[in-house]
DNA sequence: CTGAAAGCGCTAACAG
DNA sequence: CTGTTAGCGCTTTCAG
């Protein structure tokens, strides 16, 4: 077996308690420390963790729950999690919910039992229902830590981070506006969502700033993210013979890319895609793909240290913090030139 | 604080191990369970994990080891592992190397003080370095099974599932041959890995079955599996006016298609291209890409199977799996027909 | 500075 | 079937 606490001391002619000091840095004599170490290194000695947070309470480990594990957009926000949680010695238990609803509320009460320090909740859906709420607000306290990273809820009394959906909408629409484009077509994603608002509400201000006039037909709702949300409803769009298109997702907007090329359009001459996200494939596309970057890594970032600073007690105040986008224009964007 | 299982005793009016048979499912007389039930669904008790796996030895977590978070290749793998730790009611603590040397081992004695059950490395490139060799070798025993998910290495000492990479080889370059083409270049990845040296084989083998001469100038090395990688040295094997190149990722096959259409080569019909993995963009991609499919969420679901099963010790033998490949025809290659 | 003792929350014999 | 008694490995008073 392992070697434990007691294997050590008895080695090094001590106490369990010496060990325990010399592990946790605690001042001790110098030639007790030294036999220690030295019984240390020959045994091989780790502490057990387990046995360690059962005393202290702490486990150095929070919880994850992501939607996938899977994806061009949640692995740079999980990068940027893990990344600021291994600069603050945490480990995190990842769980991937499949996006199906029922499985956050179920890995929730896991981790529980895991006794996670925290709980980082990435792009949670499900936040306004009340299995959730309710976990959520009986384990928002001290013990029981849990931030949100671009989810659903803005609640007041739970901490999180999100990214600017509304300037994202703007800078979208007034970019194709600023390129000349008048009929300015949007591809929403999920209907209703929290994020899809957001940035039809930018849109819609922008075209307005513009003094431009908006057209129901202009606008249709995919009901996911993905190229083949949208294929389902490029068409219908594209009927209506816009000039520029904004597309809610990089997902989205290659739909509308291959479909307009498909119906022999070229672009971005006769027309303009500006996309969201800016994942990894957006510069990989021909032509490439101009879109609203959103700080995806940074965002994981944030949130974990926010979580770790509320687990240690510094920042024990809810906090939510907005982070901005900026668009990035690529070939997928020029000025009007409608086709002949 | 959160209810004990002695909290729960006490109001049940039972002792602590009547409850804590009830809690693992062991029989115990009608009466009393139900009132313990009660007591625990109205204390809201749930079990301490910590505090189980102290006495029990099992923590129910296994710790994976991955490059990266971030991948279109990683996360389809990351999706098996998870899905059937979760059938196995395993719950997984994530470390992301990110490519750096070195991680590898000190996650590795991270996870061991955290007391994983298990640990699963995914293509772990150090395998045969001392420290981390010597790592796998003093841990694989009994305590704490290793799983490498298609590594480095082959010893019979290690369970390990891997990709047939031979097969890959032989199914691009065989592909090519029977579209007629004769002379097919190699991009290869990174120069002495193993994956990379057996589909080298396997793009020989078919060649020298097909009676086609091979010509060292054909045969170029990225040094790694980006698009990046494959931008340095693309230009060599362009030069050579190949009939058709195979790529050993489709982030190099990609900046293949790229820098051809650039030099004014229409693909598939002045160059046809075979990439590798069958990423999510591969299909995406305009000529969509022909690649060998990598069984990736496979590989992960069968590595955790197997590491569930030796922790168990159901299957507590040293096994090695190799799953096969298939190619996947696109529109990127096709019948060869030369630029006038 | 150091050892003895108590206890974290739970499980596992061992008697009843 | 059920309560009592020991620990699991470690930390933490509290004396010494």
Redesign the interface.
Known sequence: ??PTISDVAKRAGVSKATVSRVVNGISVRDASRRRVLDAIAEL?Y??????Q??TSGR?W?VGVLTP?????FY??I??GI??TL?AYDY??????T?HRRGNEYTFS???????VDGLLMVTPRELTEPPVRALLL?TAGE?FPVVVADGELAAADISGVWVDNYLGGYLAAQHLIELGHRRIGLMAGIPGAREAQQRQLGYSKAMQDAGLPMEAALQVTAGGYL?EHGRSVVDALLDQEPDAVVAMSDGLA?SVM?RA?ERGLHIPDHLSVVGYDDV??AQ???PSLTTVQQPLRQLGAVAARKLVKTISGEEPQVTQTTLPVQLVARQSTAPSRRRP
Chains 1, 2 share one sequence.
Do not use: H, I
């Open positions: 077996m392992m091989g780790r502490p057990n963790a387990q046995a947070s059962l486990t480990v996938s594990l899977d994806s061009t692995g740079p999980l990068e893990q990344e291994m480990n995190m238990m990842v769980c991937s499949y009460k896991l981790l529980w039992e895991k006794r009986e013990r190229p290659w291959q090329q990894a494939f990989l596309l021909r």
